[in-house]
């Protein structure tokens, strides 16, 4: 039971910081260093389909000024890849473990499927980060495969943080030097008692206890766990739709609207062409339920949404005082759409698989939610910490080939 304690810490943390974060703002198991290599592969063909499915499924609305990029035929005349990491707060935990292999073997799936190595904002902080998601999400994931799509997670929203932290300030950054290579052996760093490092160690605690949960086999144990995270869901969800909408209506001068990739039928009925996932429309079937309840649990999500619906305008108002002091960079504003579409899209797949599982009992359903809820508060959480960093300006991750 172990488990108990991290979600009760962490859920009454993540509702306390999350209009902080903004947008993108048991134990899982054991890491073994001889992890199966198939397990890394999967993360380099899932990033793969998602580089090459991305063109067919923007829309015309959604590829303005967007370079076209050619698909690999095959793997076989790939170009091989290697991964720079600039030192993290913590690269390891209850819950994840940072592996330099897992985050290569994803960058090599993506420049496989066409994806420009030039364009680490794309893949660190898109990319790699909803192909863990959408693995954390799936049924047959492994204990080694969470730990190291955990780490995944803290890659991303870590530099991703950085990356933002940057983009808002009043003028482009000037990029920091490239950083040297960090061997697999130096990744372990010394105690940090950093904000940042703060940050990831208690959403850390809060992915230990969510993936613990999943991993009970404990039906009652893993529904009322999902039960419990369904307010705190709605509030991150609405947030983060106040601020996206936020995002597309004010781009920077001379920059083009993409509002069009945004479409939302109802609070939580909203779609995105801007960064293409399987998740944003996995658990849509539920909007039925919620817009015509039939049993009390149908009922008691319908009140939920009601009532938190206003958290819309929370993000929004927070964003419009945080723009109105810098501004976005015009350099950045397309990622920065890309990635904020592709968290809202994720948060929504984790508060209506929640409602599922909370409505109808269903379990499997409600495993698979505590996991992506886990890799959700990693990534945000992780973020919370790069926004909080005093890394040099311009520290990201790149990939070489």
């Known amino acids: 039971m172990r488990w108990v304690p991290a979600v009760m810490l ?51 609305g959604a590829s303005r000024n967007r370079a076209v990029v050619p698909k690999r035929a095959s793997s076989a005349v790939s170009r091989p890849v290697t991964v720079n ?135 009652w144990i893993t529904t009322t766990a999902a039960h419990a995270t369904v307010p705190v869901l709605l509030a991150l969800y609405g947030y983060n739709r106040g601020y996206l909408e936020y995002l597309l209506e004010n781009p920077p001068a001379g920059t083009p609207s993409m509002q069009d990739t945004l479409t939302c039928t109802g609070f939580l009925g909203c779609s995105s062409t801007a960064f293409p996932l399987e998740l944003d429309t996995r658990y849509d079937a539920v909007l039925t339920n919620l ?20 958290a819309t305008g929370t993000g929004r108002s927070v964003w419009q005082t945080i723009a109105g002091q810098s501004g976005f960079s015009p350099a950045s504003y397309q990622a920065l759409v890309d990635l ?12 209506l698989s929640a409602m599922l599982a909370a409505a109808d009992g269903d379990t499997d359903t409600a495993a698979a939610s505590l996991r992506l809820q886990a890799g959700l508060w990693m990534w945000s959480g992780s973020y919370f910490g790069g926004l909080a960093s005093s890394a040099p300006v311009g520290t990201i991750p790149s990939i070489r080939t």
């Open 10 to 60: 962490g859920g009454g943390v993540g509702l306390t910081l999350f209009c902080a974060a903004g947008v993108a703002t048991a134990d899982a198991g054991d890491s073994t260093a001889d992890r199966a290599s198939a397990d890394r592969a999967s993360a380099g063909r899932a990033s793969a389909d998602r580089a090459s499915a991305a063109s067919a499924q923007r829309g015309p």
């Open 85 to 219: 990491l600039p030192q993290l707060p913590a690269t390891s935990g209850r819950s994840f473990t940072v592996s330099a292999d897992a985050v290569t073997d994803a960058a090599q799936g993506y420049v496989d499927a066409g994806g420009d190595p030039a364009d680490a904002p794309r893949f660190f902080f898109g990319d790699l980060a909803v192909g863990s998601l959408e693995r954390l999400a799936a049924p047959d994931v492994t204990a080694g495969q969470i730990r190291d799509d955990l780490g995944n997670l803290t890659v991303s929203g870590y530099f991703g943080g950085v990356w933002l932290r940057d983009n808002l300030r009043p003028t482009d950054p000037v990029p920091a030097p490239p950083p040297e290579p960090v061997p697999a052996a130096d990744l372990v760093a010394p105690a940090d008692l950093s904000a940042s490092a703060l940050a990831i160690g208690m959403f850390d605690a809060l992915a230990a206890g969510l993936t613990g949960a999943a991993a009970s086999g404990n039906g």
């Open 291 to 310: 817009d015509t309840p039939t049993t009390l649990g149908w009922w008691e999500m319908t009140a939920w949404s009601a009532l938190l619906e206003n």
């Open 340 to 351: 904020s579409s592709a968290y809202l899209m994720v948060s929504k797949a984790a508060v």
